[in-house]
């Protein structure tokens, strides 16, 4: 049976902290969907189609990646996707508890499905998204956070 991982976010827009999660899940899973998940709540910087293109270019030599977006739950997604797991990237202990607690909610709605956490590397420890779209806001350079596949 095939390890499939949901790697779910809004990838708004995906830095080199999620390409080093990712490619770590790449040593543990056969397959890895990278799930840009879509809340209706949620203001995004750059469009979905954008987020797709960009992730899709960071591994279009890796078989092994599907990106593919999604609304509702993340669980739901998983099952639908046949896939046992969610891949998690950990930075720092606040991460660490926001996500233990998300991976406690996912098992009770949904057992079958277990949360892998992954350290990222710890150069890339301080991107985020949120950082990275602040830097573009203000015009700041954005090449050593993201990957060259970003282009806006």
């Known amino acids: 049976m095939q390890r499939i991982a949901v790697f779910p976010g809004s990838f708004d827009p995906i830095t080199l902290g999620h390409v080093n999660i990712i490619r770590k899940g790449l040593l543990i899973f056969d397959k890895i969907i990278v799930g840009i998940g ?27 990646i599907e990106v ?15 896939a046992g797991f ?8 606040s991460d ?12 009770s709605i949904s057992p079958g499905i277990e949360t892998i956490f ?19 806001r203000n015009g700041g350079a954005t090449s050593s956070f993201i990957p060259p596949s970003v282009n806006f």
């Open 86 to 93: 969610i891949l998690r990237g950990l930075r720092n202990a």
């Open 38 to 64: 879509n809340n209706s709540e949620k203001k995004y910087m750059f469009p979905l189609n954008n987020r797709e293109i960009w992730i899709k270019d960071c591994f279009v030599n890796e078989p092994r």
């Open 118 to 136: 992954v350290l990222s590397d710890v150069e890339l420890s301080s991107i985020s998204s949120s950082i990275v779209r602040d830097i573009i």
């Open 96 to 107: 660490f508890e926001f996500e233990k607690a998300i991976s406690h909610t996912n098992n």
């Open 68 to 82: 593919k977006n999604y609304s509702g739950l993340t669980v739901e997604f998983c099952r639908k996707n046949n």
